[in-house]
């Protein structure tokens, strides 16, 4: 039906991954040496149905080591969840850890998070599950393992910790939010482990 061709002559690019949104359309995410300042950066686009790249819907990552998303997925929330490797932030050693990405439908920031030792890690896959959580398959050369071993990780729901930090199992505490009129809002609050979804909708008075 349709090809579409994204890069230049002189430098790399990479397609890693691409699903169909939900939304419509497709989100594709790979690896790129043309656009950003870094030796390779991240990036993620969204396309409508015929392949057309879509205007304000990218997001890049803009550091100066190595950085690419393997895969790319999207929860029932709308949260894009983008996983791969970081050199150049929240690891010390830099040689590569796991990078968490999770943006918002809007590709606002909801979440940077990183994983990883001494030596490389690497993700090479992420799921949404029922808990509104992630779970990520990659590769790990650190924890006293200097040959490569599969590195399994599950987040927990809110993905709401300090850029840079690993995941904790806290308390579901984020909301996400509609505004309806000025200075009004509803406030959605998945609640995993009771298995159910409160709704907040503004008094008169509010």
Known sequence: LWTSRWGSDTTLDYGNDIIESRYGGYILCGET????????????YRMDVSGNWMPFQTYKTFSNGWD?????????????????????????????????TILNHDLSAYAFTTFGGDNFETGYTIETTKDYGFV???????????????????????????????????????GIEKVVAESKTISVFPSPTAGTIAIKIPDEGD
């Open 68 to 100: 690419n998303f393997n895969a790319v997925t999207e929860d029932t929330l709308g949260r894009i969840g983008l996983i791969g490797a970081i050199t150049a932030v929240g690891d010390p050693y830099h040689h590569g850890d796991v990078f968490l």
């Open 136 to 174: 990520i398959c990659g590769t790990t050369y650190s924890f006293n393992n200097y040959l490569a071993d599969i590195y399994l990780i599950k987040t927990d729901s809110t993905c709401n910790t300090p850029s840079w930090m690993s995941m904790t199992d806290a308390t579901y505490t984020t």
């Open 33 to 44: 040496q043309t656009f950003g300042p870094g030796n390779s950066d991240g990036y993620m």
